[in-house]
Protein backbone atom coordinates (compact mmCIF):
# COMPACT_ATOMS: atom_id res chain seq x y z
CA UNK A 1 0.00 0.00 0.00
CA UNK A 2 2.38 2.16 0.79
CA UNK A 3 4.50 1.81 -2.48
CA UNK A 4 0.73 2.58 -3.78
CA UNK A 5 0.44 6.09 -2.24
CA UNK A 6 3.22 7.13 -3.33
CA UNK A 7 3.56 6.38 -6.46
CA UNK A 8 0.10 7.81 -7.16
CA UNK A 9 0.48 11.12 -4.70
CA UNK A 10 4.17 11.80 -7.01
CA UNK A 11 2.15 11.30 -10.21
CA UNK A 12 -0.43 14.50 -9.49
CA UNK A 13 0.32 18.03 -10.06
CA UNK A 14 2.19 20.05 -8.13
CA UNK A 15 5.94 20.75 -7.93
CA UNK A 16 6.40 20.05 -4.12
CA UNK A 17 5.60 16.57 -2.51
CA UNK A 18 5.77 16.06 1.39
CA UNK A 19 4.96 12.88 2.60
CA UNK A 20 4.70 11.76 6.12
CA UNK A 21 4.68 8.52 7.30
CA UNK A 22 2.79 9.46 10.62
CA UNK A 23 -0.85 9.89 11.65
CA UNK A 24 -1.19 8.61 15.03
CA UNK A 25 1.60 6.57 15.62
CA UNK A 26 5.28 5.56 15.83
CA UNK A 27 6.46 5.94 12.65
CA UNK A 28 9.94 4.48 13.49
CA UNK A 29 8.26 1.35 14.90
CA UNK A 30 7.48 0.45 11.59
CA UNK A 31 9.51 -2.41 10.41
CA UNK A 32 10.52 -1.27 6.49
CA UNK A 33 10.57 2.31 7.67
CA UNK A 34 14.64 2.77 6.33
CA UNK A 35 13.36 0.85 2.51
CA UNK A 36 10.43 3.32 3.16
CA UNK A 37 12.09 6.40 3.25
CA UNK A 38 14.82 5.46 0.59
CA UNK A 39 11.75 4.71 -1.76
CA UNK A 40 10.60 7.99 -0.57
CA UNK A 41 14.14 10.09 -1.36
CA UNK A 42 14.49 7.88 -4.43
CA UNK A 43 11.02 9.65 -6.05
CA UNK A 44 11.68 12.81 -5.06
CA UNK A 45 9.29 13.58 -2.62
CA UNK A 46 10.79 15.62 0.79
CA UNK A 47 9.73 14.36 4.19
CA UNK A 48 8.93 14.94 8.30
CA UNK A 49 8.83 12.87 11.21
CA UNK A 50 7.64 13.73 14.22
CA UNK A 51 8.75 10.46 17.03
CA UNK A 52 8.61 9.95 20.64
CA UNK A 53 12.43 9.67 20.24
CA UNK A 54 12.50 6.19 21.80
CA UNK A 55 14.10 4.40 18.50
CA UNK A 56 15.87 7.28 17.43
CA UNK A 57 19.22 5.92 18.39
CA UNK A 58 22.15 6.60 16.79
CA UNK A 59 21.85 3.93 14.04
CA UNK A 60 18.72 5.50 12.99
CA UNK A 61 19.73 9.13 13.19
CA UNK A 62 22.90 8.58 11.66
CA UNK A 63 21.01 6.61 8.74
CA UNK A 64 18.27 9.75 8.61
CA UNK A 65 20.74 12.73 8.50
CA UNK A 66 21.92 10.96 5.06
CA UNK A 67 19.01 11.75 3.74
CA UNK A 68 18.45 14.94 1.64
CA UNK A 69 15.04 14.43 1.18
CA UNK A 70 14.43 14.79 5.67
CA UNK A 71 13.14 18.61 6.06
CA UNK A 72 11.78 18.30 9.78
CA UNK A 73 12.27 16.11 12.76
CA UNK A 74 10.31 16.55 15.68
CA UNK A 75 9.97 15.26 19.35
CA UNK A 76 7.34 14.68 21.23
CA UNK A 77 8.22 15.60 24.58
CA UNK A 78 5.64 15.57 27.48
CA UNK A 79 7.15 17.14 30.77
CA UNK A 80 9.84 18.77 31.57
CA UNK A 81 10.59 15.90 34.26
CA UNK A 82 10.76 12.49 33.95
CA UNK A 83 8.16 11.70 36.44
CA UNK A 84 5.51 13.34 34.04
CA UNK A 85 6.58 13.15 30.54
CA UNK A 86 6.99 8.91 31.72
CA UNK A 87 3.16 9.33 33.55
CA UNK A 88 1.89 10.64 29.78
CA UNK A 89 4.11 8.80 27.91
CA UNK A 90 3.85 4.75 28.84
CA UNK A 91 6.91 2.98 28.15
CA UNK A 92 9.22 5.79 27.37
CA UNK A 93 12.45 6.83 29.62
CA UNK A 94 12.99 9.87 29.73
CA UNK A 95 16.40 9.65 30.35
CA UNK A 96 16.99 7.77 27.41
CA UNK A 97 15.01 10.07 25.21
CA UNK A 98 17.48 12.76 26.31
CA UNK A 99 20.43 10.97 25.20
CA UNK A 100 18.88 10.33 21.79
CA UNK A 101 17.67 13.89 21.09
CA UNK A 102 21.09 15.71 22.44
CA UNK A 103 23.34 12.79 20.50
CA UNK A 104 20.64 13.54 17.22
CA UNK A 105 21.22 17.06 17.54
CA UNK A 106 24.73 17.06 18.01
CA UNK A 107 25.16 15.36 14.65
CA UNK A 108 22.52 17.38 13.09
CA UNK A 109 24.50 20.47 13.91
CA UNK A 110 27.78 18.90 12.17
CA UNK A 111 26.44 17.16 9.25
CA UNK A 112 22.67 18.88 8.44
CA UNK A 113 22.58 22.53 9.62
CA UNK A 114 19.61 23.30 7.38
CA UNK A 115 17.31 20.62 9.29
CA UNK A 116 14.20 22.07 10.93
CA UNK A 117 14.39 20.36 14.44
CA UNK A 118 11.50 20.60 17.16
CA UNK A 119 10.82 19.35 20.41
CA UNK A 120 7.02 19.65 21.19
CA UNK A 121 5.35 19.51 24.45
CA UNK A 122 1.11 19.02 24.29
CA UNK A 123 -0.21 21.16 27.06
CA UNK A 124 -2.73 18.98 29.23
CA UNK A 125 -3.48 18.97 33.63
CA UNK A 126 -0.93 16.79 34.09
CA UNK A 127 1.91 18.43 32.61
CA UNK A 128 0.96 22.13 32.50
CA UNK A 129 2.78 23.15 36.12
CA UNK A 130 5.61 22.28 34.04
CA UNK A 131 5.33 23.92 30.65
CA UNK A 132 7.39 26.84 31.55
CA UNK A 133 10.40 24.98 32.34
CA UNK A 134 10.03 23.02 29.47
CA UNK A 135 9.99 26.20 26.79
CA UNK A 136 13.00 27.65 29.43
CA UNK A 137 15.20 24.22 29.35
CA UNK A 138 14.69 23.62 24.75
CA UNK A 139 14.81 27.07 24.03
CA UNK A 140 18.14 27.43 25.91
CA UNK A 141 19.24 24.61 23.28
CA UNK A 142 20.71 26.11 20.05
CA UNK A 143 18.87 24.91 17.14
CA UNK A 144 16.00 23.23 18.99
CA UNK A 145 12.40 24.98 17.91
CA UNK A 146 10.37 24.73 20.64
CA UNK A 147 6.25 23.70 20.35
CA UNK A 148 3.54 23.68 22.93
CA UNK A 149 -0.12 23.00 21.80
CA UNK A 150 -2.60 22.59 23.48
CA UNK A 151 -4.42 19.15 23.96
CA UNK A 152 -7.53 18.72 21.29
CA UNK A 153 -10.70 16.24 21.84
CA UNK A 154 -13.48 15.58 20.23
CA UNK A 155 -15.97 17.16 23.36
CA UNK A 156 -15.77 21.21 22.08
CA UNK A 157 -13.38 23.65 21.10
CA UNK A 158 -10.84 23.42 23.64
CA UNK A 159 -8.47 27.05 22.05
CA UNK A 160 -12.14 28.79 23.72
CA UNK A 161 -11.10 27.59 26.65
CA UNK A 162 -8.22 29.89 26.46
CA UNK A 163 -9.12 32.88 23.90
CA UNK A 164 -11.76 34.00 21.44
CA UNK A 165 -10.44 34.32 18.17
CA UNK A 166 -11.68 37.10 16.15
CA UNK A 167 -12.98 35.36 13.31
CA UNK A 168 -13.72 31.89 12.63
CA UNK A 169 -10.70 30.89 9.08
CA UNK A 170 -10.92 28.61 6.40
CA UNK A 171 -9.28 25.44 7.19
CA UNK A 172 -6.31 24.81 5.01
CA UNK A 173 -6.48 21.06 5.78
CA UNK A 174 -9.21 20.00 2.63
CA UNK A 175 -7.22 22.23 -0.17
CA UNK A 176 -3.68 21.11 0.88
CA UNK A 177 -3.08 17.21 2.46
CA UNK A 178 -4.38 14.12 2.76
CA UNK A 179 -4.28 11.49 4.96
CA UNK A 180 -3.84 7.24 3.95
CA UNK A 181 -4.70 5.08 6.17
CA UNK A 182 -3.32 1.57 5.61
CA UNK A 183 -6.79 0.15 4.63
CA UNK A 184 -6.60 2.39 1.59
CA UNK A 185 -8.97 4.39 3.07
CA UNK A 186 -8.35 8.77 2.73
CA UNK A 187 -9.50 11.30 5.10
CA UNK A 188 -8.82 15.02 4.96
CA UNK A 189 -7.10 15.95 7.99
CA UNK A 190 -5.63 14.68 11.40
CA UNK A 191 -8.86 16.18 13.13
CA UNK A 192 -10.24 12.50 12.08
CA UNK A 193 -9.57 10.90 14.91
CA UNK A 194 -12.17 7.77 14.22
CA UNK A 195 -11.83 8.03 10.37
CA UNK A 196 -15.22 9.29 10.01
CA UNK A 197 -14.72 11.31 6.88
CA UNK A 198 -13.79 9.01 4.21
CA UNK A 199 -13.32 10.81 1.07
CA UNK A 200 -12.95 7.25 -0.52
CA UNK A 201 -10.35 4.12 -0.95
CA UNK A 202 -7.28 3.40 -2.79
CA UNK A 203 -8.12 0.15 -3.43
CA UNK A 204 -11.27 1.52 -5.60
CA UNK A 205 -10.08 4.46 -6.52
CA UNK A 206 -6.67 6.63 -7.87
CA UNK A 207 -5.72 9.21 -5.24
CA UNK A 208 -6.24 12.01 -7.64
CA UNK A 209 -9.62 10.95 -8.30
CA UNK A 210 -10.77 10.97 -4.49
CA UNK A 211 -8.72 14.19 -4.59
CA UNK A 212 -10.86 15.94 -7.37
CA UNK A 213 -13.88 13.70 -6.49
CA UNK A 214 -17.40 14.73 -4.70
CA UNK A 215 -16.69 14.45 -1.75
CA UNK A 216 -13.43 16.71 -1.32
CA UNK A 217 -16.26 19.06 -3.36
CA UNK A 218 -18.43 18.97 -0.69
CA UNK A 219 -16.01 19.17 2.66
CA UNK A 220 -14.40 22.63 0.47
CA UNK A 221 -17.59 24.04 -0.38
CA UNK A 222 -18.41 23.72 3.30
CA UNK A 223 -15.13 25.64 4.02
CA UNK A 224 -15.32 28.33 1.31
CA UNK A 225 -19.06 28.99 2.26
CA UNK A 226 -18.51 28.94 6.12
CA UNK A 227 -21.45 26.65 6.51
CA UNK A 228 -19.45 24.55 9.32
CA UNK A 229 -22.61 24.80 11.85
CA UNK A 230 -25.33 23.48 9.37
CA UNK A 231 -23.85 20.08 8.11
CA UNK A 232 -23.36 18.11 11.36
CA UNK A 233 -22.04 15.02 9.88
CA UNK A 234 -19.04 16.89 8.96
CA UNK A 235 -16.51 17.03 12.02
CA UNK A 236 -15.59 20.58 10.82
CA UNK A 237 -18.91 22.33 13.09
CA UNK A 238 -16.55 21.60 16.19
CA UNK A 239 -12.73 21.79 15.34
CA UNK A 240 -10.31 24.35 15.90
CA UNK A 241 -7.60 23.59 13.64
CA UNK A 242 -7.96 26.83 11.44
CA UNK A 243 -7.07 28.82 14.84
CA UNK A 244 -3.30 27.90 14.57
CA UNK A 245 -3.54 30.14 11.42
CA UNK A 246 -3.78 33.57 13.99
CA UNK A 247 -0.79 32.55 15.38
CA UNK A 248 1.16 31.22 12.66
CA UNK A 249 0.78 35.01 12.01
CA UNK A 250 1.60 36.50 15.31
CA UNK A 251 4.46 34.37 14.87
CA UNK A 252 5.47 35.62 12.02
CA UNK A 253 5.22 38.94 13.53
CA UNK A 254 7.83 37.80 15.84
CA UNK A 255 5.25 38.64 18.93
CA UNK A 256 6.88 35.67 20.30
CA UNK A 257 10.59 34.87 21.14
CA UNK A 258 12.22 33.74 17.94
CA UNK A 259 12.36 29.65 19.18
CA UNK A 260 8.75 29.31 20.84
CA UNK A 261 5.58 28.36 18.41
CA UNK A 262 2.44 28.02 19.98
CA UNK A 263 0.37 25.78 17.87
CA UNK A 264 -2.85 26.79 18.80
CA UNK A 265 -4.38 28.77 21.81
CA UNK A 266 -3.79 31.68 23.52
CA UNK A 267 -0.47 30.67 25.67
CA UNK A 268 2.09 33.57 23.68
CA UNK A 269 0.74 35.87 26.79
CA UNK A 270 2.28 33.87 29.31
CA UNK A 271 4.98 32.93 26.90
CA UNK A 272 6.12 36.78 26.79
CA UNK A 273 6.32 36.28 30.77
CA UNK A 274 8.60 33.67 30.65
CA UNK A 275 10.98 35.07 28.42
S1 LIG B 1 -12.07 22.19 9.99
FE1 LIG B 1 -11.16 20.55 11.22
S2 LIG B 1 -12.40 18.73 10.76
FE2 LIG B 1 -12.77 20.24 9.12
S3 LIG B 1 -11.30 19.73 7.52
FE3 LIG B 1 -10.36 21.30 8.83
S4 LIG B 1 -9.15 20.15 10.31
FE4 LIG B 1 -10.62 18.74 9.39
Not at 5 to 34: A, C, N, T, W
Request: hydrophobic letters at 35%; proline letters at 4%.
Amino acid sequence: MLLIIVDQFMRMPGDSKHISLQFQGEPLMYPQIKEAYNYIQKKGAIFNITTNGMLMDKEMTNFLLGLSGLQQVSFSVDGYTAETNEKIRRGVSHQKLLENIHYFLKEASENRPDLYIGVNMVLMEENKHEYKDFINYWTSIKGVHTWVTIVTDEEGIPTKKYWEPPERLICKSPFTFSVVLTNGDVVPCCRDHNYEMVMGNLHTYFLGEIWNGLKYKILRNIQESKIWDEVKPYLCYNCDTWASDYVETLYKLRLFNDNILCAQGSYWEKFERVR
